[in-house]
């Protein structure tokens, strides 16, 4: 029976819970100037191809000279121009990055010439078992054709790059044992900066001139990060290993996941771009726009960017679009994370049609352990702590509020488990309730272990949902969701002698169902281009082991290990593991545009999950295109997709005159005239999805589409249609047939909400064209509206 000192304990405990979610919720700082000046990026379209392949450094400085020109009609002077100017963008992109004030921002927009001007803000930074989830012969329990990593040679000699936070060049995964001679079409360098380049990792360059512009006493102890290629966090060499690491034997993390740490393409070249830093306000967007000019000119074929914010912004005032949109028209596919900020609709960010766009979800593999209450009660959560309790037992449960000691806040920075607030008289000996929040994971651990506890239950605040982490904590650890917290806090709260046990953590896997949808992969609707579904895709991004950094941690206090390996999860894990496929897809079609290995990875998608039941999304209702764009990446049925959806940059071009972009502007963009169709319309993009905002009910809209044929000639497509809930959908013709290879075909897809007067939301269904051997897929998200 619950007592009254119990009841009030427990709702003191909730009350101190509400609190802290109110008190943790804050917005991203921006980036600040003194004297209200900060830094801008002045965009002004791109140069022509022969002026980027060409240039002399005569050429070079010229273009560089003309932007100081630009500024000091502004600021006054040359000298003050030279002064303020970070950057200038002279190969590919057009454009300076500069120290400026709100009105000389403003006035600078006007310069004939200028297609945008906008503040350079900050970006965030959103394995051995997820290539065996997703390369298997018989994927998913189907007969899907044999890997093709040797066909593809394991991605040889494709150039697999990333725009991150700098590399760990030491790991076993960039080992260059059995690699030939550089490419000679490489035209990169290695920062000469205490690490050595080799035949695997090719290139590593770091740019810094945006964040050493914002002023902040964080960067005084940050020299050897903010001048160095190094990755001192272990994002970038994460996310460059999972997409292109060599094969590394015996790779595990605390002790477990032992097996054979690979990259997609493990046997590709790779090279790292640094623009994020341990330092406030990094990943900048001026930085960013510098990775992606040297990434172009250095030759790179695929750029995997695990980068993204939490506002979208239109593509000529967005860096990580601009800087896309150059790359693509030099050929190179630009693969991005589509954020981290879910569940909620409308937060899928990195949005314009020329990006690949990825979301995340599990694989069939978990680490689990379980937090067993004296009333019977066990709850599932996740850890990979080698430790153990020393007998299998209950122990004494306390809430980590109980252990607090006398100092200001005490209460609320013991129940978060805070460096030194826990007192050790009160904690020896027992299992401690710590709240997520403030402080790392690990640093609760480390406080805990410290202070005599024999056990930690980290139980999620509201704000993390379900999202749990196995983390190698420091004692045995069970990290929970937030609703099996409350019940922990309940039992303690309402219980004489509360005690618990924490079980060891074991690694399971052929776990079903998988994959689901991450709690926090962000989810569509597209909010700049309603037309274009995004996500396109989703991938492995939960629990992700792969390559890290081994520099000393910034905070020993936290966590004085270095793991050579360790486990991340976010969009940000599954962005380069669909860069990896890129790779090879390039190595087997080199000429192929990254349109059109987009569409074959897209096409060839899968959304039934390995029980062959429709993927779920985290709260294990039915998912839908919002959450995966596509599907799940299937690389073996990718390589053979049949017909494919092609776009060229004209194409994407026209997309941006449908969206009301005048020709003075999109000649600045793509650095040559272009005629906009006289009837240009959004819908008709080429895209291998389809997505239709708005549609009245009675009403109808018609599409066009065009497929090419890549896969046997002659060849004969007949179409399959899964109508959206009240739409009728039909396809015109609704047989393609094909005499060669390289023959391309148009379609129509006309849509028709079947009655007048609906509920208005979002319905989903697709269209399917098949020869009976190849499946191509196109998924249709259209919102139906009362007429």
């Given at each position: 029976m619950?007592?009254?000192?119990?009841?009030r304990?427990?709702?003191?405990?909730l009350?101190?819970?509400s609190l802290?979610?109110f008190?943790?919720?804050s917005?991203?700082?921006?980036v600040?100037?003194?004297?209200?000046?900060?830094?801008?990026?002045?965009?002004?379209?791109?140069?022509s191809?022969?002026?980027?392949?060409?240039?002399?450094?005569?050429?070079?400085?010229?273009?560089t000279?003309s932007?100081?020109?630009?500024?000091?009609?502004?600021l006054?002077?040359?000298?003050r121009?030279?002064?303020a100017?970070?950057?200038s963008?002279?190969?590919?992109?057009n454009?300076f990055t500069?120290?400026?004030?709100?009105?000389?921002?403003?006035?600078?927009?006007?310069?004939p010439?200028?297609?945008?001007?906008?503040?350079?803000r900050?970006?965030?930074?959103?394995?051995?078992?997820?290539?065996?989830?997703?390369?298997?012969?018989?994927?998913?329990t189907?007969?899907?054709?044999?890997?093709?990593?040797k066909?593809?040679?394991?991605?040889?000699?494709?150039?697999?790059?990333n725009?991150d936070?700098?590399?760990?060049?030491?790991?076993?995964?960039?080992?260059?044992?059995?690699?030939?001679?550089?490419?000679?079409?490489?035209?990169?360098?290695?920062?000469?900066?205490?690490?050595?380049?080799?035949?695997?990792l090719i290139g590593?360059?770091?740019?810094?001139?945006?964040v050493?512009?914002?002023p902040?006493?964080?960067?005084?102890?940050?020299?050897?990060?903010?001048?160095?290629?190094?990755?001192?966090?272990?994002?970038?060499?994460?996310?460059?290993s999972t997409?292109?690491?060599?094969?590394?034997?015996?790779?595990?993390?605390?002790?477990?996941?032992?097996?054979?740490?690979?990259g997609?393409?493990?046997?590709?070249r790779?090279?790292?771009?640094?623009?994020?830093?341990?330092?406030?306000?990094?990943?900048?967007?001026?930085?960013?726009?510098?990775?992606?000019?040297?990434?172009?000119?250095?030759?790179v074929?695929?750029?995997?960017?695990?980068?993204?914010?939490?506002?979208?912004?239109?593509?000529?005032a967005?860096?990580?679009a601009?800087?896309?949109?150059?790359?693509v028209?030099?050929?190179?596919?630009?693969?991005?994370?589509?954020?981290?900020?879910g569940?909620?609709l409308?937060?899928?960010?990195?949005?314009?049609?020329?990006?690949?766009?990825v979301?995340a979800?599990?694989?069939d593999?978990?680490?689990?352990?379980?937090?067993?209450?004296?009333?019977?009660?066990?709850?599932?959560g996740?850890?990979m702590?080698?430790a153990?309790?020393?007998?299998?037992?209950?122990?004494?449960?306390?809430?980590?509020a109980?252990?607090?000691g006398l100092?200001?806040?005490?209460?609320?920075?013991?129940l978060?488990?805070?460096?030194?607030?826990?007192d050790?008289a009160?904690?020896?000996?027992?299992?401690?309730?710590c709240?997520?929040?403030?402080?790392?994971?690990?640093?609760k651990?480390?406080e805990?272990?410290?202070?005599?506890?024999v056990?930690?239950?980290?139980?999620?605040?509201?704000?993390?949902g379900?999202?749990?982490?196995?983390?190698?904590?420091?004692?045995?650890?069970?990290?929970?969701?937030?609703?099996?917290?409350?019940?922990?806090?309940?039992y303690i709260?309402?219980?004489?002698?509360?005690?618990?046990y924490?079980?060891?953590?074991?690694?399971?896997?052929?776990?079903?169902?998988?994959?689901?949808?991450?709690?926090?992969?962000?989810?569509?609707?597209?909010?700049?281009?309603?037309?274009?579904?995004?996500?396109?895709?989703?991938?492995?991004?939960?629990?992700?082991?792969?390559?890290?950094?081994?520099?000393?941690?910034?905070?020993?206090?936290?966590?004085?290990r270095?793991?050579?390996?360790?486990?991340?999860?976010?969009?940000?894990?599954?962005?380069?593991?669909?860069?990896?496929?890129?790779?090879?897809?390039?190595?087997?079609?080199?000429?192929?545009?990254p349109?059109?290995?987009?569409?074959?990875?897209?096409?060839t998608?899968?959304?039934?999950?390995?029980?062959?039941?429709?993927?779920?999304?985290?709260?294990?209702e039915?998912?839908?295109?919002?959450s995966?764009?596509?599907g799940?990446?299937?690389?073996?049925r990718?390589?053979?997709?049949?017909?494919?959806y092609?776009?060229s940059?004209?194409?994407?071009?026209?997309?941006?005159?449908?969206?009301?972009?005048?020709?003075t502007?999109l000649k600045?963009?793509?650095?040559?005239?272009?005629e906009?169709?006289?009837?240009?319309?959004?819908m008709?993009?080429?895209?291998?999805?389809?997505?239709?905002p708005?549609l009245?009910?009675?009403?109808?809209?018609?599409?066009?589409?065009?497929?090419?044929?890549?896969?046997?000639?002659p060849?004969?497509?007949?179409?399959?249609?899964k109508?959206p809930?009240?739409?009728?959908?039909?396809?015109?013709p609704?047989?393609?047939?094909?005499?060669?290879?390289?023959?391309?075909?148009?379609?129509?897809?006309?849509?028709?909400a079947?009655?007048n007067?609906?509920?208005?939301?979002?319905?989903?269904?697709?269209?399917?064209w098949t020869?009976?051997?190849?499946?191509v897929?196109s998924?249709?998200?259209?919102?139906?509206?009362?007429?």
């Amino acid at each position: 029976m619950t007592t009254m000192i119990g009841r009030r304990r427990l709702v003191f405990h909730l009350c101190l819970i509400s609190l802290l979610l109110f008190l943790s919720s804050s917005a991203l700082p921006s980036v600040s100037a003194a004297a209200g000046r900060r830094h801008y990026i002045v965009y002004m379209g791109g140069h022509s191809s022969l002026h980027s392949s060409s240039a002399t450094e005569a050429d070079l400085h010229a273009i560089t000279n003309s932007h100081h020109a630009i500024l000091a009609t502004y600021l006054g002077d040359i000298e003050r121009a030279r002064e303020a100017i970070r950057y200038s963008y002279t190969r590919h992109i057009n454009g300076f990055t500069a120290i400026l004030n709100e009105g000389e921002a403003a006035q600078i927009a006007k310069h004939p010439g200028v297609v945008s001007v906008f503040p350079d803000r900050r970006k965030k930074l959103q394995t051995t078992h997820s290539w065996n989830f997703m390369l298997m012969e018989n994927q998913f329990t189907d007969k899907a054709t044999a890997p093709f990593w040797k066909e593809a040679k394991f991605g040889q000699d494709v150039i697999i790059a990333n725009i991150d936070g700098g590399v760990w060049p030491e790991s076993q995964s960039f080992s260059d044992e059995g690699y030939g001679p550089v490419p000679s079409r490489w035209k990169g360098t290695c920062a000469k900066a205490g690490i050595r380049c080799n035949r695997k990792l090719i290139g590593a360059r770091y740019f810094n001139k945006g964040v050493l512009a914002v002023p902040t006493d964080a960067k005084a102890g940050a020299h050897a990060d903010l001048y160095s290629v190094r990755d001192f966090g272990g994002h970038g060499t994460h996310t460059l290993s999972t997409a292109a690491g060599n094969f590394v034997p015996g790779a595990n993390f605390s002790g477990a996941a032992l097996g054979v740490a690979k990259g997609g393409a493990p046997r590709a070249r790779v090279a790292s771009y640094k623009t994020c830093f341990n330092v406030p306000d990094s990943c900048l967007e001026s930085d960013v726009l510098a990775a992606f000019e040297a990434a172009i000119s250095d030759g790179v074929d695929v750029l995997s960017v695990s980068l993204g914010d939490d506002i979208n912004y239109d593509y000529f005032a967005d860096g990580l679009a601009i800087g896309a949109f150059h790359a693509v028209r030099a050929g190179i596919t630009v693969v991005a994370a589509g954020g981290n900020a879910g569940p909620g609709l409308g937060t899928v960010s990195n949005l314009a049609p020329w990006m690949f766009t990825v979301a995340a979800s599990t694989m069939d593999r978990s680490f689990e352990t379980y937090a067993e209450l004296r009333n019977g009660l066990r709850i599932k959560g996740a850890s990979m702590t080698e430790a153990l309790l020393p007998v299998r037992k209950f122990y004494p449960l306390i809430s980590a509020a109980e252990a607090a000691g006398l100092r200001p806040n005490a209460t609320r920075d013991a129940l978060l488990c805070k460096p030194g607030s826990l007192d050790p008289a009160k904690v020896k000996g027992k299992v401690v309730a710590c709240l997520r929040g403030d402080t790392s994971r690990l640093s609760k651990s480390n406080e805990t272990a410290k202070a005599g506890a024999v056990g930690m239950i980290l139980c999620n605040d509201k704000s993390n949902g379900d999202e749990i982490s196995p983390d190698p904590h420091f004692i045995p650890t069970v990290q929970i969701g937030y609703k099996d917290g409350l019940k922990v806090f309940k039992y303690i709260n309402g219980t004489k002698h509360p005690k618990a046990y924490i079980t060891p953590s074991t690694s399971m896997v052929n776990v079903k169902p998988a994959p689901v949808m991450a709690d926090f992969s962000s989810k569509g609707p597209n909010t700049i281009a309603p037309y274009v579904l995004k996500p396109d895709i989703t991938a492995p991004g939960v629990n992700i082991i792969a390559a890290y950094t081994e520099a000393k941690p910034t905070d020993p206090s936290e966590d004085p290990r270095k793991f050579p390996y360790n486990i991340l999860s976010g969009t940000s894990m599954s962005c380069p593991h669909v860069s990896g496929v890129f790779g090879l897809l390039r190595a087997v079609y080199p000429h192929w545009s990254p349109s059109a290995i987009r569409s074959a990875i897209m096409t060839t998608a899968r959304t039934r999950d390995n029980a062959r039941n429709p993927i779920l999304d985290s709260t294990l209702e039915k998912a839908t295109p919002f959450s995966y764009g596509s599907g799940h990446i299937r690389p073996n049925r990718a390589m053979d997709p049949g017909l494919v959806y092609d776009l060229s940059v004209s194409d994407y071009l026209d997309f941006l005159c449908a969206r009301g972009y005048n020709k003075t502007l999109l000649k600045l963009f793509s650095d040559a005239p272009h005629e906009c169709p006289k009837h240009a319309r959004i819908m008709d993009l080429n895209y291998p999805s389809i997505a239709v905002p708005k549609l009245k009910g009675g009403s109808s809209i018609t599409m066009t589409r065009k497929v090419k044929n890549v896969g046997k000639s002659p060849a004969r497509y007949a179409v399959r249609i899964k109508e959206p809930k009240g739409v009728s959908v039909s396809v015109k013709p609704n047989v393609l047939k094909f005499n060669k290879l390289g023959e391309e075909k148009k379609f129509k897809v006309i849509l028709k909400a079947k009655w007048n007067g609906t509920a208005d939301d979002y319905v989903f269904g697709g269209i399917t064209w098949t020869d009976g051997i190849h499946y191509v897929r196109s998924p249709i998200a259209v919102y139906v509206v009362t007429a």
